[in-house]
């Protein structure tokens, strides 16, 4: 974000401090107060009500920024790996434009929390190397990932979900169609640079992200690129988190109703018998979050799918826990499921011109 417009000097004059916030107006009107115009040391923060204040207890346009400026102001350490927990105290407290500054609170940046609501310590990976069989002819022409949802398309719908959510760090591996994808995401999307990698030969559904350079500590989330969901990745990683996992798996509910009657039987006898049972379950929803010393583990080029890697962090006694999602999950993977995916998003568009 541009956030010269944002900034003051802690000596300059509250009538100029009045012109600045107007110029604010429509958007989030709080300005950041520097100690002069060439620090960037931040001294507090000014909003209109701070300069209203500060008139009525005796202070005139002409007086210092610094006899209004809210002191106490809350804030993000660049230097802190995981905020999380913080930005959602702050999100409680209404305020949505917080600046995030260096060990000596000197201004690094400027996060609004109403275009990016939280911060997440993740990197990203995004599969997109199948060919979409079940969809053709469309995808003889154009990768299911590109396929447009409503105007867009389905990979974009995911970049933009992880751009809220202050993920920048994203790897699209493409394989089928491969320079279309690079192509595409030749300009940024949503205000991210994404890459690509390109796998040469099928590496399985999560294979390909051994051609990837990934660091010694933290985690990355991975996820099918032809998905359409709502799934609070925010939430998902706070349990990944707090669980201490090393694997977390994002799961749907999926109930299995069986049209007969069932037996339950002891030897040769019948102990109980229940009509048209339905059993829930949870499934593989295509979205996971990796410890990336897992992800480091995977030999190159080797084909693997995600399965694979579950079972044998679960055989090595690993941490292996499961996030159910709660909301949209739609896997586009036959015409019935891009037609509901196109109602879906129609639907989603005439409520917000209502």
Request: proline share 4%; aromatic share 6%; with cysteine.
């Amino acid at each position: 974000m541009n956030i010269a417009k944002y900034l003051i000097s802690r000596n300059a004059s509250l009538r100029i401090a009045l012109q600045k916030l107007n110029e604010l107006s429509g958007g989030e009107m709080t300005l950041f107060v520097l100690e002069d115009d060439k620090s960037r040391h931040l001294s507090g923060t000014l909003t209109n009500g701070d300069v209203r204040r500060a008139l009525l207890a005796g202070a005139t346009l002409d007086s210092e920024v610094s006899i209004a400026m809210h002191k106490d102001y809350k804030r993000l350490y660049a230097h802190v790996p995981d905020n999380v927990n913080n930005i959602r105290f702050i999100r409680s407290l209404g305020i949505t434009l917080v600046p995030i500054v260096d060990t000596d609170d000197n201004l690094v940046d400027i996060v609004d929390l109403n275009s990016c609501p939280t911060v997440l310590p993740l990197r990203a990976i995004l599969m997109a190397g199948g060919k979409g069989e079940r969809l053709r002819p469309m995808t003889l022409t154009v990768p299911k990932p590109l396929l447009e949802i409503d105007g867009k398309a389905i990979i974009d719908y995911n970049i933009e979900a992880l751009a809220r959510c202050g993920i920048n760090d994203i790897t699209v591996c493409a394989g089928y169609m491969a320079e279309s994808i690079q192509r595409h995401f030749t300009k940024p999307v949503a205000g991210v640079q994404v890459k690509c990698v390109v796998e040469d030969q099928s590496l399985g559904t999560i294979g390909a992200a051994s051609l990837i350079s990934h660091p010694s500590n933290g985690c990355t989330l991975v996820m099918n690129s032809d998905l359409l969901t709502t799934i609070s990745f925010e939430d998902m990683y706070m349990k990944h988190r707090d669980t201490k996992a090393d694997i977390t798996v994002g799961v749907i509910p999926y109930q299995v109703s069986v049209p007969y009657a069932i037996l339950t039987t002891d030897g040769d006898n019948v102990v109980s018998i229940k009509e048209k049972p339905a059993y829930s379950h949870y499934a593989n929803a295509g979205i996971y979050i990796f410890s990336n010393e897992i992800l480091n583990s995977l030999n190159h080029s080797e084909r693997i799918d995600a399965t694979d890697v579950i079972e044998r962090a679960i055989e090595d006694g690993l941490q292996v826990g499961y996030y159910v999602i709660n909301g949209t999950w739609i896997d586009i993977g036959s015409p019935v499921d891009f037609r509901q995916a196109q109602e879906l998003m129609r639907h989603h568009r005439n409520l917000s011109k209502s």
